[in-house]
């Protein structure tokens, strides 16, 4: 048997790729807080070391790494369409976020990064 | 499997006819015995990566280190199903241009030992006309080769701001050659890229156009042949319908008439009956017509 080539599927892939990212992006929900930002994102089998989290003027920018691991001896692959490898996701919050102080939380698959700005308190509506 | 210089040993997935170049997706159906041993070793470590290198001549089966090109492209597995024939079909990730150093057999597959060769970001004036002027002219084959979807992809083109991913892009979407794409995927320099794409491009461009030519020379060909024989036909009914003879058929029988009258030599009057019974069947916008039944007039009339 050969390997073939679906060139369509090349143009298309291209094309949706033109402005992306080399590396695959987490879905993220962003969340005001009273304190101020709360930024979720779906990163389920991500090892806290291999996360990082940087801040830069209003953008926030998570990279990193999810590793497959072997669940038991003598399993092969049948399918897959978990993304592995490389991961970054940068957001842009309508706020300077330099000086904000960062927790990182894990619940669940969920990453939970809070944002903490200084003197800023909201009223809870 | 790194070392500190940035070495790697990686399962090697040679390619036909084609070439992956970072940041690009590659959707493939893997047959191969030993590329789906590859595939699979790459599917059991953790980061799901291979090294996708082009084969210089596709008809070798196992290829060594000399049939593949020495520049490849380090590639992660994003998505992959079996099929019920055995074939794999896998998505594959373009992410760094790498040198092959060395290769070495590992059971059912190959394992390459791969260093990084970066890829050029150089900037300048001269690449940003070079960038501009690719994208134009990849607009107007795309027009001629896609007109369906010429709008969207010319859209993006038009707003790709990084040179190399406009190249990587517009290289597939041509179906260049083999041997033009790896010379992308080698290019040491950004404008060295834009350059080669630009010539392939421009050649790609006129070939496109005389195609458009003659495809429109011979539709109008056509739909001029088809627009008389339409007429004449109408002109035929109109003459049944009026219940008269058509003037060729006439002339044709005016002819005969003169033909049977005139003495001639039986040798010419076999090759004017001959004549005449051509003449028959042309149409009179035939210039075969007009010169056929001067040739005849011109029998009768000798003395």
């Not at chain 2, 008809?59 to 049939?67: E, F, I």
């Not at chain 2, 960038?131 to 969207?152: I, K």
């Not at chain 2, 006439?250 to 003449?279: I, N, T």
Request: proline letters at 5%; glycine letters at 4%.
């Amino acid at each position: 048997m050969q390997d073939t080539l679906n060139q369509r599927s090349v143009v298309f892939g291209a094309a949706i790729h033109l402005g992306g990212e080399t590396y695959w992006r987490p879905a993220a929900d962003i969340y005001r807080t009273r304190t101020g930002w709360l930024v979720k994102y779906d990163l389920a089998g991500v090892k806290r070391e291999d996360i990082e989290v940087t801040v830069k003027g209003s953008q926030i920018t998570l990279n990193g790494f999810r590793r497959d691991w072997r669940l038991e001896d003598g399993c092969s692959h049948y399918s897959m369409e978990i993304s592995y490898n490389r991961f970054e996701r940068t957001l842009e919050l309508p706020c300077d976020l330099e000086g904000a102080q960062i927790k990182l939380e894990g619940r669940d698959g969920i990453l939970l990064v809070r944002l903490i700005c200084e003197g800023e308190h909201r009223e809870q509506s | 499997m790194s070392s500190p210089e940035n070495l790697q040993t990686l399962p090697v997935l040679p390619i036909k006819h084609a070439v992956l170049f970072p940041s690009m997706l590659m959707p493939l159906n893997v047959g191969r015995p030993s590329s789906i041993a590859a595939i699979e070793a790459a599917l059991a470590s953790e980061e799901k990566e291979i090294v996708v290198v082009a084969q210089r001549d596709a008809a070798v089966d196992s290829p060594s280190l000399t049939d593949l090109y020495s520049i490849g492209t380090k590639a992660v597995i994003k998505k992959m199903a079996r099929r019920a024939d055995g074939l794999l079909e896998v998505v594959l990730l373009g992410v760094d241009r790498v040198v092959l150093l060395k290769l070495e057999q590992d059971g059912a597959y190959q394992k390459a030992r791969i260093k990084p060769l970066p890829l050029p970001q150089e900037k300048s004036t001269e690449i940003e006309a070079l960038r501009r002027e690719v994208g134009e002219l990849a607009v107007r084959a795309l027009a001629l080769t896609q007109p369906q979807a010429a709008d969207r992809l010319s859209q993006l083109i038009t707003d790709a701001k990084d040179s190399l991913r406009l190249v990587y892009t517009l290289a597939p979407m041509f179906s260049l050659e083999l041997e033009k794409e790896q010379a992308l995927l080698e290019a040491p320099t950004v404008a060295d890229c834009l350059r080669l794409m630009h010539s392939y491009l421009a050649q790609e461009l006129q070939v496109l156009e005389l195609r458009s030519k003659i495809a429109n020379e011979a539709q109008s060909e056509m739909s001029r042949e088809q627009r008389e024989y339409l007429l004449r036909q109408q002109l035929r009914a109109i003459q049944k319908e009026l219940g008269g003879e058509n003037p060729e058929q006439s002339e044709v029988s005016l002819l005969r008439e003169r033909l049977e009258k005139a003495d001639l030599p039986e040798e010419v009057r076999k090759e004017a009956e001959r004549e005449l019974g051509r003449l028959e069947k042309l149409p009179p916008a035939a210039p075969d017509y007009h010169v056929t039944r001067t040739y005849l007039e011109f029998l009768l009339e000798l003395p």
